[in-house]
Each structure stands twice: as C-alpha cells, then as structure tokens.
C-alpha cells in the first residue's frame, strides 16, 4: 500500500467522515467520486453506504475528488481502489487518446447512462440547444466527464464550446444550479437521470433544453459511441414530458491490480444491493450485470473478479454489443 493510499485510508477511518468505522475484519476499499454537489459524489455515497450493509466483510468508503479525469490517475497511481468514472474518459482512456499507451484499469460494473442536456429558468426564451449560442454558459468543472461530453456534442456540430458561447468552468459541480437561478448565466450543462443540479433548477420552475433530431443524429454519425438517448419524463420535477439527447454509460473502474477475490465480492455486493440503491435513487434501476455486459463493448475491459461473477449468475456469454468502435476523438485541445 503505497503511503499516500495509507495515509488517505488512515484519515477516513479516524474522521469518519464518510462512513462509520466498521469492524476491523472488514477490507477496506476506497471509492474516488467527484466534487461536492455532482452527481457522482451523491451517487457514490448512496453505493457505498448500501453495499456496505449488505457486504460484511467489505468497507467501501467514498471520497471526493476533482471527477472523472483525475480519478483515472488515481487509480492508476494505487491511490484509490475504485472510482466513478464517465463514459468517454473511460473511453479515451482505454483507446490511449490523449495518453503515451492504454490504460490497464478494469471495470467493475456500468453504473448508469451518461446524457447531456442544458437546464435553464422558467422563463428563459431558450427552447433549443441553438438558443443558447453565444450565451453565458456554465460547463461544468474541467475534470468532470458531463464536460467532456459537451466538447464531443459541439465538435459534432460544428461549435466551438469557448467560442461560441460564454463558457464558464466550475471549481465545484454544485456552483452551477445556484448560478442558473440568480441570473449569473443563462444554462448549466449536465445530465443524467436524478442528477442534482438538475434537481434544483426544475425544483424552482426550471426547464430541461436538449438536442434537436438533426442534431442527435450528427451527434451519433460522427461519434457512433454517443448513442440517442432520452431523459425519461418525471426524471426531475416539473418534467412532464421525455427530453432527446446523447450519451453513454459511465462505470465503475478498478485500479489493474485489484485483487480479484475484491472485485469479484464487490461485483456481487453491488447486484445484492441494487434493489435499495435503486430504491434510493432513480440512476440506481441501470446498475444492473447485465447493462455492464452490454455496454463494456469489450470483455476484456472487465476485471478478471467480475467478470467471475457475471458468468456465475450466466450474463457473461449473452450476446454483447458490438465491440468497440474505432478510436473518434473531437478535435480541439481537451480540458
């Protein structure tokens, strides 16, 4: 155990301040999430807090980080276990884009899909992802996966995220909502079924803006990974109808040398537990084995311990997805 991870393990287990000490015989398993007011970290705290109560010999404790983009370095570094990581880090990590070569981290399971939309005011003249052109635009932070997605969606469509709107970037995902609701900027990128931000805003009278069928379609022609997708209809109050958009599923990733008894009781905690986290949260319906199946692309991408139990319960051999489309990336320097 390196001495950062030692360190890190040390200070959550005498704070306390993500779960409660657990008894010693416990192996302890750290979860990286994201920043305060996101959807992983209100995703990641509900996971471990149920795996944890149906799992007695596992200590799962989550910890914030900046998001997606720097879980991957900690993971790879051994500073954390297992972390939440979105769809198209995953993606460009596993494909070596933006790398020296590709990463060897493993996946545990798919937690959820991964959508993108704007949230604006009530009374905000925005109907269509065009309105929002040239617009005071909140992005999200620049370690968030959600903000990776809006640099594929405007590459696809032509766009410029900095230069075509008035991009603001995050320190925090939860600055974004208050942001919306006093007038500060004219719409939050987000996405995602249950996810925070997205709360707040339609909680106060908001309304969801997505993309038009022209656009889901030169979204998905240029990068056939970034499949249509809708926001179901009640997925956030006040919404009434369906919402069309793109996106894909994010996943819980393993550092490479996570051993595999570990993934594997993890891997069958988190399906145990499945019905009360989906209880708890409305992204929870999707974490199930057999949407990690489908949306691995590539079985080797699965750890050797989950991989076990997918084909214990007889969901690793159904047909899978094709496998991974050649390597797309947006152009542009990435945040």
């Known amino acids: 155990m390196s001495s950062l991870r030692f360190l890190l393990l040390s200070v959550l287990l005498v704070a306390g301040s993500v779960q409660p000490v657990l008894a010693a015989d416990r192996t302890p398993v750290i979860l990286g999430t994201a920043t305060p007011g996101g959807g992983f970290e209100l995703y990641g705290g509900v996971l471990a807090e149920e795996v944890n109560k149906v799992a007695p010999d596992l200590n799962l404790l989550a910890r914030n980080t900046r998001g997606s983009r720097q879980n991957i370095p900690l993971l790879e570094q051994g500073t954390l276990d297992v972390a939440l990581v979105a769809s198209l880090p995953a993606r460009e990590a596993f494909e070596g884009i933006k790398r ?14 991964t959508f993108g939309a704007f949230a604006v005011k009530g009374d905000s003249p925005a109907k269509t992802y065009s309105d929002l052109i040239g617009q005071k635009v909140a992005w999200g932070t620049r370690s968030s996966g959600l903000t990776l997605l809006s640099q594929y969606v405007n590459d696809a469509l032509g766009l410029d995220r900095d230069k075509d709107f ?3 970037y995050l320190e925090r995902a939860g600055d974004g909502a208050p942001m919306v609701l006093n007038g500060e900027v004219a719409a939050q990128w987000g996405g995602g079924v249950g996810w925070p931000n997205f709360t ?6 908001g309304k969801l803006v997505g993309l ?18 809708e926001i179901p209809a009640g997925s956030y109050p006040g919404q009434k109808t369906a919402l069309k958009t793109v996106g894909s599923y994010s996943y819980l990733l393993a550092r ?22 989906a209880a708890r949260l409305k992204q929870g319906r999707d ?19 989950a991989f076990k139990y997918l084909a214990e319960i007889g969901v690793a051999g159904r047909n899978q997805g094709a496998e991974a489309a050649p390597s797309s990336k947006p152009s542009g320097n990435q945040q």
């Open 200 to 205: 707040k805003i339609m909680a106060a009278g």
């Open 212 to 229: 038009s069928k022209d656009q889901i379609e030169a979204v998905n022609a240029k990068f056939p990974f970034l499949l249509p997708m």
């Open 287 to 305: 974490t199930l084995p057999e949407n990690t199946w489908k949306a691995t692309g590539n079985a080797e991408r699965i750890h050797p311990g």
């Open 256 to 277: 490479a040398d996570l051993p595999e008894d570990i993934a594997y009781r993890l891997a069958k905690a988190i399906h145990k537990a499945q019905p009360s986290l």
């Open 100 to 113: 020296d070569e590709p990463t060897d981290l493993k996946i545990i399971t798919a937690i959820y899909p």
């Open 166 to 168: 008035d991009a603001v």
